[in-house]
């Protein structure tokens, strides 16, 4: 059974940095998406960031690029996204997902997948 296991999140000042990680384990070698995505409350769900399953492809949401970078360990079976510079805006739980798609912005704007971990918390704030 797939199993996506979020961790890192938690308090953090405006300007500092979070890793999240997102620990796959199960058929993780059906699916050939990565993705984070948030929700902070009271707003919709949005695409944050994907990466395929070759590392080869990768995408961003607007509101992450030039601050967030996502990464994967295949040994580790596990997925990061390094939040930099980070703002009370980006202040929501962050969920990755799996998909049998393809990693592009198309993604991320569907908030569609296949499967879903149970989300880490991040809070940004002073």
């Known amino acids: 059974q797939l199993q996506l296991v979020e961790s890192g999140g938690g308090l953090v000042q405006p300007g500092g940095s979070l890793r999240l990680t997102c620990a796959a384990s199960g058929f993780t070698s059906v699916y050939s998406v990565i993705g984070w995505f948030r929700q902070a409350p009271g707003k919709e769900r949005e695409g944050v960031s994907c990466?395929?399953?070759?590392?080869?492809?990768?995408a961003y949401g607007d509101s992450a690029k030039g601050r967030f970078t996502i990464s994967r360990d295949d040994a580790k079976s596990t997925v990061y996204l390094q939040m930099n510079n980070l703002k009370p805006e980006d202040t929501a739980v962050y969920y990755c997902?799996?998909?049998?798609?393809?990693?592009?912005?198309?993604?991320?704007?569907?908030?569609?997948?296949?499967?879903w971990g149970q989300g880490t918390q991040v809070t940004v704030s002073s």
């Open positions: 997902a799996v998909d049998r798609g393809y990693c592009n912005t198309y993604y991320l704007s569907l908030i569609s997948s296949d499967y």
């Open positions: 990466i395929s399953s070759s590392g080869g492809s990768t």
